[in-house]
């Protein structure tokens, strides 16, 4: 299926965000460019519930706007310098945690809430590339697999070893029942590229 592409600086923004989501759960490209702040909670409550999220990073965020890319999947960018800032929100440390590895989580906050591109890049949660490479990167995704894992992601962050083991073990299972991997398994043996469900 291919990926809806929202720019957050667009007036419609968020009203894209929770259409993609709604109609046909397709995947989504989000833009981060030049964005109004009033807009990124509610743009962050959505993707936290969204399918597949790639990011497109074409300029250094800060605040709200950087916690609510925390909900990408994988952020992209062109750029050789570049910074997510998270301010003083209350919830971003835990995300964070959960994306990177946990020492450059722990340089990001004892930084100021303030994380390069580097950084990201090594912990492998962001990669050199532009709105091309997101696109390509979000076609061919589970959008079935995603929607069990996101809600673990979220979930997770504070919680002992023992319950985000029993998480993955009711994901997992509901996972392996579902159509996509069936998919998966039968287009491994037939040499082809997956067609999982939209």
């Not at 959008?143 to 070893?161: D, F």
Request: charged residues 25%; glycine residues 8%.
């Amino acid at each position: 299926m291919r990926p809806i592409v929202v720019r957050l600086s667009g007036q419609d923004a968020v009203q894209k965000i929770a259409s993609a989501m709604n109609e046909d759960d397709s995947p989504l490209v989000i833009v981060a460019d030049d964005a109004s702040k009033e807009r990124a909670p509610e743009a962050s409550r959505l993707l936290r519930r969204a399918g597949i999220v790639a990011g497109v990073l074409e300029r250094s965020q800060d605040g709200p706007w950087a916690e609510a890319l925390l909900a990408c999947d994988v952020l992209f960018s062109p750029l050789a310098a570049c910074t997510l800032a998270f301010g003083e929100w209350s919830s971003w440390p835990a995300l964070l945690a959960v994306r990177l590895s946990q020492s450059a989580s722990n340089r990001a906050i004892f930084s100021g809430g303030k994380i390069s591109l580097r950084a990201m890049e090594g912990a492998g949660w962001c990669r050199h590339g532009g709105l091309t490479e997101a696109v390509s990167w979000a076609e061919g995704k589970s959008a079935e697999a995603q929607r069990l894992l996101r809600p673990i992601l979220y979930r997770q962050a504070g919680l002992s070893v023992a319950s985000c083991l029993a998480l993955e073990r009711a994901a997992f299972g509901l996972a392996w029942a579902g159509r996509d991997a069936r998919e998966g398994a039968r287009s491994f043996l037939e040499k082809r590229k997956p067609a999982f469900t939209p």
